[in-house]
Every structure is written in C-alpha cells, then in structure tokens.
C-alpha cells in the first residue's frame, strides 16, 4: 500500500528514512523470479484485471463440466465477498463480524421480492437496486454503534447482529402479526425459500451455470475497478489513515465517524449485491447458508491474501476455495499430501547431500520397519492399500495392518507429537527424527487418512491456515506494519 | 408463575453462567497479557470434555464405576485439567509464538486453523457419535435440595461450588503470588516487565496452562450436569465464553466471571419469561444495549490511547 | 510510490494464470468422463453411485452412520464393481448444491443415495433435474411437498411427514388420551413441519397445545424444562438428536416433572431411552426383527441411531436398478431411473418390502410406535 507520497528518488522529505526504505528491506520478494516481476510491474493494474477477469471467462471454453463453471461461480463469489469485507476490516480497520449477515440479508431480501413467497416477481434490475441500497442502509445502521465502540467491543456486537439475523432467518415462519390471523410465514424458516427467478436482464435470463459465471465476473469487474477509484481517493486514504490511527485522523480534522459509516455501507452493500447473485445460482435461501461457518471462510480468505491489498483478498479467495474443492477429491489430496511434503524438504533441508541422504534412508527405513513388521506380527503388513497404482508402489514399503482404525489413530496421535518434537530439536537429532517421522507419516495417510477423505479435507485446511500464517503473518500479498500497540 | 420458578431459574441459569464464567477466563487472562482472541479456546474445553469421558471409561463406564465417586471426579478433573492446560502450552508454542510480532488480526487465522485441526482430530479419533456422562447412573439426581416444587440435583450444587472454588483459586494466585504478580506486570506493559527482569515467555506459557486448565475443567463440568460430549461441542460454547469475557471488559479477571453469569443468567430467565425461540435475540440485544452504556465492558477500563 | 501496489496486481496476474492452470489441469480428470467424451453415459465400465450426506460438522453423527451403511451394502452387493464416490455437504444446502453438481457432471455417476436434510433436497433438485437427469434416493428427508409430483427423479425410502404426523397426533389423543400437550420443535428443517403437523392435528381434536422451539445445539434445556406446568400431560420432541432428547428426558426427571416424553423417530437410537417414553420410528425395531442379526454382525461396527439402515436399503435399490441397465452392457440415467420405479426388494432389513409410489414415496408406509422400558428397551404398542 502507498501509505507515504514522495518522489522515488533522493531522501524524502519529512519522511523518517527507516521508514521509507521499509519497501527496499522488504523487497527481496521473488529471488530468481524477480526480472518476471520487474516485467509484469510495468503493467498498468487495468491492464491484470482485465486478463485474470479474460482468463476465468474462458474457464466454460476449457471445460465443458458444469461442475468446474459452478467452482469458478463460487469463487467469484468468495472474492466479491472478500473485496467487501477488505473494505471494512482492511482498509478501515474496523473488525466487523456481523459481515455475512448483509450477504444474508441481501439474498433473502432478493428471494422474497423475485419468488413466489410474497407471490412478488420484480424485474431483476429493480430487486437488486433494492437490495444494494437496503444492505448499505442496514450498514449504516449495524456501523452506529462503531461511534462509541471501538476493537473487539465492536467486533461483539457486529457478532451479535450477525447471529440475531440466522435466528430471525431460521424462526420467522411463525411469527404473529397483529392484523394477521394464526402464525405467518415470512422466511420460510428452516427450509428456507425456494423457486427463485433467476436474474434475467433486459430480456436476457440467465439460466445456465456459465451465464452466472459472465455475469458474476462483469460484477466482479465493475466493484473491482469502483474499489480501486476509490481506493485512490481522498477516502481511501482517509480510511487508511483511520486504520493506522484513528485519534491522529482525527486530530487532523478527518470526520472519522463519517468515515467509519462510509466503509461499513460499501461493505454491506457489496455483501448484499453478491447476495442476490448467490441466491438466484442456488435457486434458493436457506438459513445454514449464511451462519458463522462462513463468516470464517471469508475471514480467513482476506487474512490469508492480505488484509488490505485487491489482488491480495482475491488470491486469498481463490486459494482457500479451489483447494477445498480439489480435496474433496481423495485421489487430488494424496496428491497434494506428498507433494508439500516433497516441496517442503526440498527448500527446508540443505544442502543436497542432506536431503539425498535422508530420502535413502527414509527407503531403506520403511523396507526394515516393513520387514521387521511382517517378521513380528503377519496381521500388521495384510491390510489393503486403496488406490490403484500408487499402491503397487507402496506395497512391500508401507506397513498397512488388518486393524487400520486403531493403529491408524495411535500413529497420528504419535505423528502430531513427532512433528512437534521435531521443530524443537536442532542439529544431527533433527535429521535422524526426520525419517520416521515421515515413514509415520505416510502410514498415518495410508491407513487412516485415505479412508476419511471429508474429514482429512477439513484436517488439511486447518494444518494449512496454521502454516501459512506462520510463513508469512502479513498475508500471502499484504504488507508488514510496524504496530503500535 | 411464582417465586420457586424464580428461583429455579436463578439457579439453571447459575450452572450455567459459572460453566460460561470458566471459559470466558482463560480467554481474558490470554488477551491480557498477549492482547490475543484465543479462538482455539473452546476446542481447549471438548478437549476437557473427551478426557474426562477417557478417565470415566477407564474405570469402568458410567454403568459400572468400579471406584468411589466422589474419587472418580477428582480423577476426571486432575487429568482433564492437566491434559488441557499441556494442550494450550502446545498451542501457544507452536501456533501463537512464531506470530508474537505479527499484526493483531493474523493470529486469528492461526487460531481458527488450530481449531479445524483439533475438531476434525477428535472427529477422527473419537468417532461422530456423541458420548454421554451419564451422570444419573452413578449419581442419584433425586438427592439435593427439594423444598416444595424447587429441585436442586447435587450435581449443580457440586459444579456451582467447584466452579465457585476455582475461581476464587485464581484470584488469590493472581493477586497473592510471584506468578500473579509477574501476570500482572506483563498484562500492564510487556516490555517494561522484561526490563525488570521477568521472564515473559515463562509468564506467558504459565497463563495458557493455567486458563486452558480452566476449559478442561468447564468441560467435564458440563460432562457432568448435561452429559452431552462431542467433537463439536467447542464451537458454541467458545463463542458463548468470549462473548462473556468481552462483555465483563476483556482483559479483567472478574470481569469475565461477572460476564459468564450474567450470560447464563439472562439466558435461564429470558427463556423463562420471554421465549425460547427468540433467547438468542433477547439475550444478544440487551447485551448490546449494555455495551453501548458502558463501551469498555462491565469492568473493563477504557483505553488509553498512545498516540 | 505505486511500486508495492503493482507489485501486488503483477503477482495477481501470476498467481490467476498458475492457479488457472492448476484447477484446468486438476479437473481434467472430471472432464475426461463426463460429456466430453463422445458417448455420454455409457457408463458400465466403471459405474458410481453419488453419496451426499453430512459426514463433518454438526450432524456427522448422521452422515457418518449413512455413510458406513452405504459403503456396508456396496460391498456387500456391489459385486466389487460399482463404486461409491462420497460428498460432504456438511447439511449445507450451498455444499449439497455444489457437491450435487460435482455428481451430476461425472458420467459415470448413475444414482444418487442422499441428501440427507429436506432443504438439501430442495437445493440439488434443481441440478439433478438438468440435462441427463440424475435419480437420487434420501433416506432421510422427510418433509411431505417433496414427493409432490415436482421432483420426478426424487426417490425415499422413509415415510414422509404426512404419515408421521397423524399417527402421532392419533396416538397421543386416542390412546394415551393427552390433555395438554408441550412441543419443542428444535429449530431444523426436519423437526419444525413435523412440529406444526402435530400441533394442528392435535388442536383439531380439541388437545391444548403449548408451542416453544429449541436451537439443537445448546447443552442445557433445564430453564426450558421448568416452563412446563403442572397440567402438562405430554411432551412431544421431534427432534434430530437422540442425546439431546435424553438430556430433556433427565432434566425433567431432576426436577421432579411427570409429564411423558413421545418422541419422533429421530429419537429411535440408542442415545434415547428414558423410561416410559414413547417414540414413532419408520420401521419395526430393527435389531428385533427376525434374519436381521445376520445383517447387523456383518455391519461390524456399532451402531446406535437408525439413520444408517434406510441408507442401506437406498443403495441396495440404486444398486440393482445399475446392475439390471448393466446387463444389456451400457446404462444412462433414464434407464436407472425406470428401474428404480420399478423396484421390489423383498424383506428389506427395515422389515417389509421396498416399492416406490409413482411419485417415488414407499409403497405403504406406515409408522410405528414403541414404548421405551428399562436400559431403553423397545415394546411395540401401535
């Protein structure tokens, strides 16, 4: 981000120098790489989105599964849904957990206006005109209490709108209405609403799964170039300016309560909007669509790129949703299991001789601890290996029981304490612990991961958070601050 | 509706809110000293929860305890509170410290990631069935307190007082001992304690042993008086805690005791009087009301801010 | 001072294209098989069934159960040729309906044994009903407007609602003779249409009513469980989890309440078994009924609700519906989906024979009602 203006060049004035060469310091980004980033530095930003909105567009071109166009149409989403939340929680700082409440609010608000609960069917254009300025009202009204509180007190309370929202969702189908007789259904409670218009403008009806994903990629589009015009404004810079310290901005004579407001209603109305998309995809609202799980998903995906940055929020978004969705492959997760496994010795061990040493040992470990296994107890090597040819070739090297569940259990549990012990030992001790932890390690998947594939899928996603933030605590895009606390 | 119901519910919602009030402290003590939402808390707690669960199926499962009672739930406690107060140091050191510079928001993410990582482990080592306590086959829930239509089972009476005794424990030792007093120090001004010779990381590490120990605790509490135990039950009931620990003015100690019961309490008498379907509504909006007229919790001291 | 920034959409650019190609190239495995190749639904080579159920989150107890049963009756029937390829929805609507397109793309999938919850069922309706449409069969979902007419690939195994409902509220009126009956519906697509089905019975016929609804994810119902008066003579909990139903069973006992709990058939489990209760279940009890003990001891695991048998009698209908459109060497959907109608398993381990109604509802269904004994044991009384 450019907090600081000055020319590029020469010392800077009324800049502290430690400060403004924090870009310089930092800026060992890319390694061998970095002559392709220098290159596609030039490019003006107009220029990528108008290639990364090009590429996804030609995603039903690649593929003619509808299953692949509906991932590209849920990570659009996501990243609608990220561009809105970075606007809040990014750029002004706000910790706002009542977020997918307007996400909420915005499809049901469109399911109830274009279906057949009200028996109300309003031209597409004019529900979702609706709903944006709705959401941005119920943002302005979820941002007042942000004039008197401020951090984590805020973060409450915008939790507790966002919870009293899935309750009113989930209970409003027998509410009494003074001027009604008996119970009136307004929600559809539990089993939500269904049967909804899909959007259909100037004519035109959406109805295929590629046409919503051109349609939520031009979406994406047009609130990707409006954040990025007002990123550069007076107001983005004021949001910022608010994020770093809001007594100084308001030292400054910055209407720092205005402000606040501003970016809760971009927020919610760009939540509502991606709101209405949602529910004309899915043909339907229900209350668990909108409930915490969410608000964590997305949370997740703007920490991880990088609170603050666009393209940061987004790669985020990508990241988090296309590999939840390659897991649920069993065949994919396997993949990816001995992949960053190879890719991590590969960077984290040196030099070569090491990584070669180990990797001999590790062969000649499992073909010992295989034999040896065979020689103890013949029930410990007689189990099936799932999976086709990899199994040919773990065959004779992995020990697989008849008993998988139990010893599968015992060797994850040993596997979390090995792991751990490892990143405490140091040296030659290190090394030698390295090859059967990683020999467990295949035993554990082979035995007992591969056979729950949903639940490893959740397992991975949380060993990945915790690594990444880790590796890099600012987000995968985002920029490391110096925090006055 | 009469007095005992009144009365009833003051105590449903007292088992209640002192369950609440023992998580809602190991995330204030954490957020004290690291200014840190240890969202990971309440997996802490079903960690608690299943090992209790272990210790009772040791010695024979609720339909054949083969020890003295009263043994059994010293044994439970003991091992749940040790077990779960390892399982925070571990999280700490592994999840938190790399992240002890980072800005405030990251270690949320690391949280969540470790609280994926433990429900999906207890998914996959105990299995989606939920266990049971089964308190009633060991424990005669008829003994207690009747007195005309009010019932208090022994077992309320038991977790109130322990929960009630734990708490007190924490006070004294907060504000009797060197360790308290080190506590104390590093919450005020990390730095300034390193400067004067306290061995922070030590602090550091003694208060997530000694807060997660306090979920392990809450969680076979809860075994105990609602028996239910699964890989999910964290979920909530973290939420539930740190909502008590902001209310009471996050960072204060009685605060978050404070919060705990008057959560339970306001849950007990708004189901009560009001509706059971709408409790979280009620419940959420008077809290808010609360927050606006005191914007730092019910204890909590309002910022200074440094410019 | 814009070099940060470039930086940052420079790297977008990258990341896009790399991503790009990483999901192109991870999916061309599901696009192999599905209508790209030219003869779409040839399927007998490798021939899948879908399985959509919760099997993380807050109802892994009943995704995890159906799952062991499906994958019980693929091997136990499957010949070692039809495969099971299992999807998390979590009891999401969103993931049913993503996971629902998954499915419906891969030509090899068939038939589909799930979704578990009635909302999923409304959110993969629409998918399923596309193109080559896909038949999927709940064991589960049991909300009545389903079987309607508007979902004509919609198959289940359980009875619906409409069944459910009226025996209850007949049984609560006519033989227990209920003067004032307590329902806690627990806030989920399941327990809430069965709630106001009882509850509008139950006041035709002049019983006095009381109405309160639970989330099912609390832990403690006691300050619930003090509403209930003294004229309270019934409790009616159509719930979705049995331990939470025996949670409400002791606290009533604790606090000296006498009213009788009647339970719906999610309260037939072993969680469940507070003395004196009543509850309606789907079929005979399960582990009685005689030739069953075979079936139960090959299961090998334990199993304490009965979210798991219907799904077993699901793929066993999905499996020979592919098996008979196998026989001739290539099958497609339509043909799976005529013989799923066609269906006659005889002595199904839910006790009588399976036939699906024009609509895809069993063929005379009918519920159950058993009074709960000591340690939980099952007596039927109607």
Redesign the interface.
Known sequence: MSEVEGTPEGPKIGVDEWVARSEERSGVRGGRLAPLYARAERLPWWALLAAAVGVSALVPFISSSDYVIRVAVNTVLFALLALGLNVVVGWAGLLDLGFVAFYGFGAYLYALLSSSQFDLHFPALLSVSIVIVSSALLGLLLGLPSRRLVGDYLAIVTLFFAQIYVVLATNADRITLPWNDGPTDISGGPNGITDIDPISILGYEFGSTRSYLWLSLGVFAVVVVALQFINHSRTGRAWRALREDSLAAELMSMPVNRLKLLAFMFGAATAGLTGTIFASVQLGVFPQNFDLPLLITVYAMVILGGAGSIPGVVIGAITINVSLELLREPANARLLFYVAIGLGLVTLVRPWRKLAAICVGLVAFGIVAYQLAEWLRPAWVSGTIEGGRFAGLLDGWVIHPVDSTHLGNAGFILLIVAVLALTELRGIWRSILLVPTLYLAAFVWENRLVVEPSVTRILLLGALLVVLMSWRPQGLLGTSRVEIV | MDWDFFVQQLVNGLTLGSVYALIALGYTMVYGILKLLNFAHGEVYMMGAFAGFGVLSLFGGALGVTINVVVLIGLMLAVAMIGTGFLGVAIERFAYRPLRNAPRIAPLISALGVSFFLQSSALLLFGADFRSYETYEYIDLASGIHWGPLNISVVRIAVILTAFALMFGLTLLVARTRLGKAMRATAFDREAAAMQGIDVDRVIVATFFIGSALAGAAGVMVGLVFYKVYHLMGFLAGLKGFTAAVVGGIGSIPGAMLGGLLIGLSEAFITGYVSSTFQDVFVFSILIVLLLVRPSGLLGKADIQKV | ?????????????????A??A???S??????AG???TAAPNAGCDSPTIGFQGP????A??I???QLGFSQYAIKKLGGGKIKLS???T?????QA???G??L???ANVLAVVGPAG??EV??VA?IYK?GQRLPFISGSAT?TSLTNGSIPNFFRVVPNDSVQAPTTAKFLRQVLKAKHVFI?DD???Y???LA?GVQANLKAGGVKVTR????Q????F???V??IGDDVTHVYLPWQ????G??FG?QM????KKAVIFGSDGLDSG?FKIQGAYISAFAPDIRGIKGNAAFIRGYGKKF?SNFGPPMYVATQAAILAIQKACADGDATRAEVQKNLRATLIPKTPLGGNLQFTARGDVKGAKFYIFKLGAGGKKTLVG
């Open positions: 001072m814009h070099g940060r920034k470039r930086k940052g959409v420079a790297a977008l650019a990258v990341l896009t294209i991503s790009l990483i999901v192109a991870a999916f061309a495995r599901a696009d599905p209508a790209a099997i993380t989150g807050d892994a107890f995704g995890k159960e299992q999807q998390d979590q009891l999401d609507p969103a309906s993503t996971t397109t998954k419906h793309a891969d009635s909302q409304l959110a629409p596309k909300r806690v806030q989920t697509a327990s809430r249409p106001n309160n609804s639970v989330n994810k609390v832990t403690d006691s300050s619930l003090s509403k989890i049995a331990a939470n025996q949670i002791q006992k604790e606090q000296g969680d304490v």
